[in-house]
């Protein structure tokens, strides 16, 4: 029932926090991602990953997926607030560990040593459906899409394996089955 | 091909079809063209303050007691800067006015040119919605929305930003669209099945109060009606916080005073007692529930409000009816009229143990207080001014501090749109300008400022303004030489180190007021205060009316803070042992 944002909750009870991942259609303008992300820094929420792009040219519609950690009451704070800014035409909601849900992250590895090392390290990544984008004598760029947690897993094996550099993207979901939402 | 217009000339025809009578604003380089236009419009009148933030005070004045949209105009860089006060004093209490804001051209954003500031990035946190408009040819389009923004859902500010190329350039000028819907973001969709559900609760009810807020005000002067009529039928009692007074009677018989950090007795001990409790438009402000975890432990919680995100966002609520008060409390009316006419007999034993108990808590007289022949109390003052002003229809506005309080709990409202006041943001410096905007659109009627000395020093300029418009606002200051909300905690908490709030070197408040060019009166002693306060009323001008206080008065009864609502100190012979303690103190 205590709310963190409350000058007078002086709460005794600790909530229990989930990950969920929130999806936004917003109008793709000037000022729209800054209204996003100042909503959640300014009422204290926390942002984990964030991918934006335009999914629809002709509406000009772009799509925010958004990472936060909350208690239930936040994320519910989160929704409505987001529903009120004038851009914002949906929201969705999704809990991290729901099946129904498909959720994917990018992440592209350099892997600078010798043959040998680079091909472990291709080995390694092969589970998440690994793509050589660039490939030199004593380099490679790897691409993989999996869950967080497994991204984050991968950059500390493939250290071992001449890991430079890591870009990675924040996550994108989508629903399974025949299922929409827009 | 239509007539082109400037962009000048298409903002004065926005705001011609949008029926604005007054705008509050000062000119500056990057508006000149909108001011250069001002000639041709005869219908729309410029009030020229002092200072921006006067302006927005002013609007916001203007709005709340005459519930249309407010409008400020201001130049770009430090024009919009100095708004930006009154854009968050505005989001905060829920007031409509729209901002228009000049800005250098459009070729010479983000060079930091002179008087340039990132406006609508400055003002995105404390606006419902901004537009930096880069093109004319949405420029009517955006000025339309802006109103609808601002005056839709839960009202709010708004800012368009102007570029000082787009008021020169030309186009078409485009009406309206009749109702374009704001991707849904007005909500009233609420239905009978919610009314149903809160009219079983009321029946079974043995402990109820209503808790109604400023959504009451903002929803027009029929939910007032609308809610007087259910405190009529059901014979609840009802308590109002800050911003909600005025909507019912503050003299009426079942009206428990305002509740919450300096609320009466009775109204916190019934919020904390009772077993069903209905919160009309009101949000839950920490000023007013006290303690979370001990809020009000034992009842069942109604939340009426317009806006969703209000709902479940301090205290979780049992049931939820989002949408306009006014429609929500007609339709509760209407079908408890169809279903039991006779509530109120029948409803009168089952809640009348309820009301012996209140009657019990009234007895304490939480108000009282100690009054003096030798020094005049503040809250003396404040109830000789009600007595003196109550047969007049007069408007209120505060400052914000002890005064403040003072006047919320001697002050009795009948009417709605009578009481502004700064209570979300809490600004000092609200009340002048303020009383400036009600004068403005109720040029006949009686404009008090409840002041205080410290507050009314950071807007006086504003007299000037009072003076050049020939507005006859009244401002009473309670001059007690200190900040006297800050040296009450001080007090209270800080082993009363009284730092920094005692102000040295104050003006001669008289002759202030007659180097503005009004009427200064000075009251030091409690035998001349009624003849003083009939001499600032009958004064057909601007007044500033020098009130001389006890200057270590408290402001009782009072919710330490990090307590609940039972926990009331009553007076200062109660303090010692209801002392603010552990993490009390680090609470605002």
């Not at chain 1, 472990?120 to 490939?135: Q, R, T």
């Not at chain 2, 029926?19 to 419009?41: M, S, T």
């Not at chain 2, 008060?325 to 089952?350: F, M, Q």
Request: hydrophobic share 35%.
């Amino acid at each position: 029932m205590a709310n963190p944002k409350s000058a007078y909750s002086v709460s005794t009870k600790k909530e229990k926090t989930d990950t969920h991942i929130i999806v936004v259609w917003v109008d793709n303008e000037a000022g729209v991602l800054a209204r996003v992300v100042g909503l959640f820094s300014g009422r204290g929420y926390n942002i984990e990953s964030l991918a934006v792009a335009e999914v629809d040219a002709k509406r000009n519609i772009s799509r925010i997926t958004i990472v936060t950690t909350g208690t239930p009451q936040v994320i519910d704070q989160i929704k409505l607030q987001l529903k009120k800014l004038v851009p914002v035409h949906k929201v969705a909601d999704f809990k991290r560990n729901d099946k129904s849900v498909i959720f994917k992250e990018m992440a592209l590895f350099k892997v600078v040593g010798n043959s040998s090392k680079i091909k472990k390290a291709i080995n390694a990544c092969k589970k998440y459906n690994a793509v050589i984008l660039d490939k030199t004598k004593k380099s490679n760029v790897i691409q993989i899409t999996a869950l967080r947690r497994e991204i984050d897993k991968m950059a500390k094996n493939l250290k071992k394996f001449g890991l430079v550099s890591i870009s990675r993207t924040g996550a994108v979901a989508m629903t399974r089955g025949d299922k929409i939402f827009n | 091909m239509s007539k082109l217009y400037s962009g000048a000339e298409i903002v004065f025809k926005c705001l011609e079809d949008q029926e604005v009578e007054y705008i509050f604003g000062y000119p500056g380089g990057a508006v000149l063209p909108i001011y250069d236009e001002l000639k041709n419009h005869s219908s729309i009148k410029h009030i020229l303050v002092r200072h921006e933030q006067g302006a927005g005070h002013a609007a916001e004045g203007y709005a709340r007691s005459s519930g249309k949209p407010g409008v400020v105009l201001v130049t770009s860089g430090p024009g919009a800067t100095n708004v930006v006060t009154a854009l968050t004093d505005a989001y905060m209490d829920s007031v409509p006015l729209v901002c228009i804001s000049g800005q250098v051209p459009t070729h010479l954003i983000g060079t930091d040119a002179f008087q340039e500031c990132d406006t609508t990035g400055i003002t995105r946190p404390c606006t419902k919605h901004n537009w930096l408009v880069k093109d004319i040819k949405d420029l009517s389009k955006t000025l339309h929305e802006a109103f609808k923004v601002a005056t839709t859902g839960r009202p709010g500010p708004v800012l368009v930003d102007i570029p000082k190329d787009i008021q020169f350039a030309k186009f078409n000028y485009s009406k309206q669209k009749i109702e374009k819907k704001l991707n849904g973001k007005v909500s009233n969709n609420f239905n009978q099945k919610e009314i149903d559900q809160l009219i079983d609760l009321m029946n079974q009810s043995r402990r109820p109060i209503i808790y109604s807020g400023g959504g009451v005000i903002n929803s027009g002067p029929e939910a007032s009606e609308a809610l007087r009529e259910l405190v009529e039928i059901t014979g609840f009692p009802i308590t109002s916080t800050l911003q909600g007074l005025g909507a019912y009677p503050g003299d009426d018989n079942q009206f428990l005073g305002m509740l919450g950090m300096h609320g009466t007795y009775e109204a916190n001990n019934a919020m904390h007692d009772c077993d069903l409790l209905i919160n009309i438009g009101a949000r839950f402000d920490d000023r007013i529930t006290g303690k979370i975890d001990e809020f009000s432990p034992k009842s069942k919680k109604v939340h009426i409000d317009i806006d969703p995100s209000s709902i479940n966002k301090i205290i979780k609520v049992d049931l939820a009816i989002v949408g306009d008060v006014k429609e929500i409390l007609k339709g509760t009316n209407k079908t408890l009229k169809k279903k039991n006419i006779d509530l109120k007999k029948s409803n009168k034993p089952k809640i009348s143990k309820w009301w012996e108990q209140i009657q019990k808590w009234r007895s304490k007289n939480s108000l009282h207080f100690k009054n003096s022949d030798e020094t005049i109390k503040p809250q003396h003052a404040v109830q000789r001014l009600y007595e003196l002003t109550k047969d007049k229809d007069t408007f209120i506005t505060t400052e914000v501090g002890q005064h403040q309080m003072w006047a919320a709990q001697h002050y009795k409202f009948n009417k709605p749109n009578r009481w502004m006041t700064s209570g979300g943001l809490g600004t000092m410096g609200y009340g002048l300008p303020a009383a400036v905007g009600v004068q403005i659109a109720h040029p006949k009627k009686l404009v008090i400022d409840i002041a205080g000395e410290a507050s009314v020093l950071m807007t006086m300029q504003e007299m000037s303004t009072a003076v050049q418009y020939s507005l006859p606002i009244k401002i009473f200051i309670l001059n007690n030489q200190y900040m006297g909300m800050v040296r009450q905690w001080q007090e209270l908490l800080h082993e009363k180190n009284y730092s920094e709030s005692y102000s040295e070197a104050l003006p001669d408040f008289i002759k202030l007021a007659e180097a503005y060019g009004c009427k200064g009166i000075l009251a030091e002693k409690p035998d001349e205060l009624d003849r003083k306060i009939n001499e600032m009323v009958e004064f057909d001008g601007p007044v500033i009316f020098d009130c001389r206080v006890d200057p270590n008065e408290n402001c009782f009864p009072m919710i330490p803070s990090g307590k609940p609502h039972n926990q009331m100190i009553l007076g200062p012979s109660e303090k010692e042992d209801n002392k603010i303690t552990g993490k009390g103190k680090t609470l605002v």
